[in-house]
């Protein structure tokens, strides 16, 4: 057993050996030459200026990347970002163009290494039904996000530093709460910080490494940020991302947590980009090399960039439809920024809330689902309530005294000896021979599940064979986990 939890934990930490490598197997030259070829992206993204200097210079566009301090030649790289070539990108004549050929491979390795961290949240040994509740959000989001839940890596937890934040962004997808106070870095707060970290790594095992110590925080608004992190990398074995809208604002702190990335190389940190203003204050302020280890989120209103269409952005937009705004974009499969599969545990408040990403709607209009949530006050007690949520709603089987029905987003049509549920990205087949329609009482919604078996039981089924079947509806994701009406009102004043 020992000799299969050290494999695992191999694993799992293969995302960031393979993150590393994406930077180690490359000269310094090839990483300065991304790096370069990153900011040009960045200001032909984001400013609409250098757009327009590029335009009037198509035949020295060197001279408009070299006022910019981009030193890079954007002729060897034409498919990135010229209109007249775009279509040659990934094509046998994109070879003539080098370094769009180094920036699209460099791309595919990050993307690759972002699945790597999903894959690292791996709990089948360490907590088994943690695992598979996990893994059965995983295949609800990949139904009702579609697209959008190729970039979500389910971490297992999250922690929040701070309780609001100073930031106020128009578009904050979680509606970030007004800043009140920070978690200092005090010897009984360090102390506490520590065991709760602890905790969750003896729990979860090496699937903690996916955690994060922001979410509808800002963290720059804690001052004693970088030690958290530092504490963090030395309990987990991995340094956690960092996002940050307000990169500027402590720029000392900044500078410390990117000499942390230096120093550990673990993950790519972003910073939201309000404007082309505060765009070319961070260029201004860090070199390309600097920033190779940041992305760089355009979001400001001017940008080429979407919105989630969750938390203010959702709001605003809304309300623009209400006035008749005809140029609002429509909803998309981009409804949430939520990431979490897990625990988000607010350090401030003491409090710990079990949640996964959801679309957002007038019931979780964060894009996120609160399945529960508790307060601690010490190590122990966080570790009890964690246990005591996973017990309480993370079942290997549907709950026999619970309704059972089929999630809300599926439509059910019923055939012979079969039924078909269809999301809006997937359809779903599954054999059905009872004589009472094992799929026709579920979307019914009348019965629970102890009641179901037992009907169809009585119509002669197999009971083995009928909660096997019920199993793997559970397993797939497909019966709804969202019954809980506690939760309904939170952060959306009432509406359910």
């Known amino acids: 057993m020992r000799q299969w939890k050290w494999e695992v934990y191999l694993v799992a930490h293969s995302a960031k050996e393979h993150y590393r490598q994406i930077f180690n197997r490359r000269t310094p030259g090839e990483v300065r030459t991304l790096a370069h070829i990153k900011r040009f992206l960045e200001c032909f993204l984001g400013d609409a200026g250098f757009r327009s200097a590029l335009s009037e210079n198509l035949d020295n566009p060197r001279s408009v990347a070299a006022?910019?301090?981009?030193?890079?030649?954007?002729?060897?790289?034409?498919?990135?970002?010229?209109?007249?070539?775009?279509?040659?990108?990934?094509?046998?004549?994109?070879?003539?163009?080098?370094?769009?050929?180094?920036?699209?491979?460099y791309i595919g390795e990050m993307v690759r290494n972002r699945d790597l961290l999903r894959d690292e949240g791996n709990m089948s040994v360490a907590a088994p039904r943690f695992h598979a509740w996990r893994e059965r959000q995983m295949r609800r989001c990949e139904d009702v996000l579609g697209d959008c839940s190729k970039s979500i890596t389910h971490p297992v937890i999250a922690f929040e530093l701070s309780d609001g934040c100073t930031g106020g962004c128009w578009f904050c997808g979680l509606s970030a709460g007004r800043f009140k106070d920070y978690f200092e870095y005090s010897k009984e707060n360090a102390d506490l910080w520590r065991a709760v970290v602890g905790a969750a790594r003896e729990m979860f095992g090496s699937a903690a490494s996916t955690g994060f110590c922001y979410c509808a925080t800002d963290p720059m608004d804690n001052p004693d940020y970088d030690r958290f992190l530092f504490d963090y990398h030395q309990i987990t074995g991995t340094l956690p991302q960092t996002t940050t809208a307000m990169p500027l604002k402590d720029l000392a702190l900044t500078k410390r947590v990117l000499q942390l990335f230096e120093r550990y190389r673990c993950v790519t940190n972003r910073f939201s980009v309000l404007s082309t203003a505060q765009l070319n204050q961070i260029h201004a302020t860090f070199s390309p090399e600097e920033l190779m280890g940041v992305e760089l989120v355009l979001q400001g209103k001017e940008m080429r960039s979407s919105k989630a269409f969750a938390g203010r952005a959702r709001k605003e937009k809304l309300i623009a439809v209400k006035n008749g705004d005809a140029t609002v974009e429509s909803e998309s499969d981009?409804?949430?920024?939520?990431?979490?599969?897990?625990?988000?545990?607010?350090?401030?408040r003491r409090r710990v809330q079990l949640v996964t990403p959801v679309p957002a709607s007038g019931r979780w209009p964060l894009g996120y689902r609160i399945v529960d949530e508790r307060f601690f006050g010490t190590p122990d007690e966080f570790r009890d309530e964690v246990q005591s949520m996973i017990d309480e709603h993370m079942h290997e089987s549907p709950p026999a005294n619970r309704p059972i029905r089929f999630r809300g987003d599926l439509q059910f049509e019923a055939k012979r000896h079969h039924f078909l549920l269809r999301s809006c990205h997937i359809e779903y087949q599954v054999h059905d021979n009872a004589a009472s329609s094992v799929g026709d009482l579920i979307a019914g919604g009348r019965c629970t599940a102890s009641e179901l078996v037992a009907q169809v039981v009585t119509d002669g089924a197999s009971a083995i064979a009928v909660a096997d079947e019920l199993d793997q509806l559970h397993m797939r994701g497909l019966l709804e986990e969202d019954l809980d009406e506690r939760f309904a009102w939170r952060n959306g004043k009432g509406t359910t």
């Open 334 to 348: 981009h409804s949430t920024i939520a990431c979490v599969s897990g625990f988000l545990v607010n350090m401030p």
């Open 67 to 105: 006022r910019y301090g981009i030193e890079v030649d954007p002729m060897e790289m034409l498919p990135l970002w010229h209109s007249s070539y775009l279509k040659s990108d990934r094509k046998p004549e994109g070879a003539s163009w080098p370094l769009a050929l180094a920036w699209r491979e």
